[in-house]
């Protein structure tokens, strides 16, 4: 995975704000606090906080840039990680939810996280 400087992010989201935020669909989950579980349990390093519009913090307060992928739908978390490393689908619920999936080869596998708008 490629890494990203602080300035590359900024200049993204920059851009984002100026343009009324990227690809800002009704596919990309509402503003709010997510808080993410697994089979094992609550996985407190990966909760997000969404918003404003599609810019997410990370619980480390890195932000980075949500957008849809035009052939899947899935939502493409785009700088911070750990949430970077993953893809969501939105499901609105209730209550609003992102399950995060793995993308190789073109093909997706659900790897087992849901996050839930609390």
């Keep these: 995975m490629p890494r990203f400087s ?10 984002s704000l100026s343009a009324g935020g990227i690809a800002q669909a009704d596919d990309i989950p ?12 609550a996985m407190d390093d990966l909760n997000f ?6 810019i997410y913090t990370t619980k480390k307060g890195r932000r980075g840039v949500m957008t849809i992928h035009p052939g899947t739908g ?6 911070a990680v750990p949430q970077s490393g993953y893809q969501g689908r939105y499901s609105a619920g209730p209550p609003p939810q992102v399950a995060f999936v793995t993308v190789a080869g073109g093909a997706s596998s659900d790897a087992g996280i849901t996050c839930r708008l609390r």
Excluded: D, E, M, Q
Aim: with cysteine; net charge positive; proline share 6%.
């Design 6 to 15: 602080k300035a590359v992010i900024t200049v993204c989201l920059a851009a």
């Design 49 to 54: 906080v969404v918003g404003p519009g599609n």
């Design 74 to 79: 899935n939502v493409l978390f785009h700088g």
């Design 30 to 41: 509402p503003s709010g606090t997510y808080r993410c579980s697994g089979a094992n349990g």
